[in-house]
């Protein structure tokens, strides 16, 4: 059994546990087009999530157009000169298939190649929201043995905006770059 499928029947099982399923068909390509998005609404903290893993992958391809994107899900907090640099680091040396090892069928065998359409299970557990205002969810990666962590944040109007991201760590190599395999 899987990662994925050991946090849906982990989510299923326990208590309180919630795991939501996004499936998009292809990813955004501009803000404009992420913002055509049903979970551009960001009325859910797991849809605020989803969208971040698509910016991420933005990001990798062009970085401006992932930091607009970033930008705009982290609300009136824009990305400020660490973010940024820390982000070129995670990208570094062609680590572009990082964010793509949260979609369901991405591995280190098939180099991080999700299955289409691109399907994200964003989690939820007895700690997500324990901080008033603000929700801890994780997500399951194909390179890790233990899903990801990301927090949001709620404004006043309800939506939930991207407030700390842990998905950009190091995972496991690509099969194919990894001279051990």
Same mark, same amino acid.
């Given at each position: 059994?899987?990662?994925?499928? *050991?946090? *849906?029947?982990?989510?299923?099982?326990?208590? @309180?546990n919630?795991?939501?399923? $996004?499936?998009?068909?292809?990813? /955004?390509?501009?803000?404009?087009?992420?913002?055509?998005?049903?979970?551009?609404?960001?009325?859910?903290?797991?849809?605020?999530?989803?969208?971040t893993?698509?910016?991420?992958?933005? =990001? #990798?391809?062009? *970085?401006?157009?992932?930091?607009?994107?970033l930008?705009?899900?982290? #609300?009136?907090?824009?990305l400020n000169?660490?973010?940024?640099?820390?982000?070129?680091?995670?990208? +570094?040396?062609?680590?572009s =298939?990082i /964010?793509?090892?949260? $979609?369901?069928?991405?591995?280190?065998?098939n180099?991080?190649?999700p299955?289409?359409?691109?399907?994200l299970?964003?989690?939820?557990?007895h700690?997500?929201?324990?901080?008033? @205002?603000?929700? *801890?969810?994780?997500i399951?990666?194909g @390179?890790?043995?233990d /899903? +990801?962590?990301?927090?949001l +944040? +709620?404004?006043?109007?309800?939506?939930? $905006?991207?407030?700390?991201q842990?998905?950009?760590? @190091?995972?496991r190599?690509?099969t194919?770059?990894? /001279?051990?395999?």
């Amino acid at each position: 059994m899987g990662l994925f499928d *050991k946090m *849906k029947q982990a989510a299923a099982t326990a208590g @309180g546990n919630q795991t939501v399923t $996004f499936t998009f068909q292809a990813l /955004p390509e501009s803000l404009a087009q992420m913002q055509e998005l049903p979970e551009a609404s960001l009325d859910t903290p797991f849809k605020a999530a989803a969208l971040t893993v698509c910016a991420l992958c933005a =990001y #990798g391809a062009d *970085k401006a157009i992932g930091q607009e994107m970033l930008n705009w899900l982290r #609300g009136p907090r824009p990305l400020n000169g660490q973010d940024i640099s820390f982000l070129n680091d995670r990208f +570094r040396d062609g680590k572009s =298939y990082i /964010p793509f090892s949260y $979609f369901v069928g991405a591995s280190p065998e098939n180099g991080y190649t999700p299955r289409q359409p691109f399907t994200l299970l964003v989690g939820s557990n007895h700690t997500s929201y324990v901080e008033d @205002g603000y929700c *801890k969810l994780f997500i399951p990666c194909g @390179g890790a043995d233990d /899903p +990801r962590p990301i927090k949001l +944040r +709620r404004k006043g109007n309800g939506q939930w $905006f991207l407030w700390e991201q842990y998905l950009m760590t @190091g995972i496991r190599i690509p099969t194919s770059a990894d /001279p051990w395999a």
